[in-house]
């Protein structure tokens, strides 16, 4: 598939949308790591408009201008663990399925999240805890995330499977019309 302008013009729109959200990310501490996750979404959504290649540079132009931009970086930690983990499951997660029994890859992908979690945890635990607060809640968050990727990973297959026909129909529309 050659990637064409108006899908290099989407990409663009797409990094504008992202680094708006990482923003306020940074600048509301209540919900910074969701809105990260939000915005790491759009990994997403750039696989769905253009080829994997153009997504892992879109996620590369995305960290690069988070490094200018924004004030907090561990937000923008989280926005490229979560945006590499989209970029696996959307190349080798196939792969691994035509070869490996589900729970193989079930564990291969929680390794791997693991070991970008937990450096996570180590390096960023203010983050995650305020000031004066027992250091043993960090495996429990560390528990909390390993189900929340499960959950991550289910809603993004099924946002995926309803929302990338309406994405690649938009994207196939020729310019002018408005209708259709």
Do not use: H
Not at 72 to 81: E, H, I, M, N, Q
Not at 105 to 114: E, R, S
């Amino acid at each position: 598939m050659s990637v064409k302008p108006r899908q290099i013009a989407y990409l663009g729109l797409l990094l504008a949308l992202a680094e708006v959200i990482l923003l306020l990310a940074g600048a509301v501490s209540l919900s910074s790591m969701s809105l990260a996750v939000l915005a790491a979404l759009s990994v997403g959504i750039a696989l769905m408009i253009a080829p994997p290649g153009y997504a892992a540079a879109y996620l590369a132009a995305a960290i690069l201008l988070g490094i200018f931009i924004l004030p907090d970086r561990s937000v923008l930690l989280l926005f490229a663990a979560v945006g590499c983990y989209q970029i696996f499951l959307e190349t080798a997660q196939p792969w691994l399925l035509m070869r490996c029994p589900i729970w193989l890859v079930w564990v291969i992908k929680l390794v791997l999240f693991n070991a970008v979690m937990i450096p996570f945890l180590i390096l960023e635990k203010e983050l995650i805890l305020a000031p004066g607060e027992p250091i043993w809640l960090l495996p429990a968050f560390g528990i909390g995330m390993n189900i929340f990727i499960v959950i991550f990973d289910s809603l993004y297959f099924s946002l995926k499977r309803k929302y990338e026909p309406r994405i690649r129909a938009f994207l196939n529309r020729r310019g002018g019309s408005r209708n259709g």
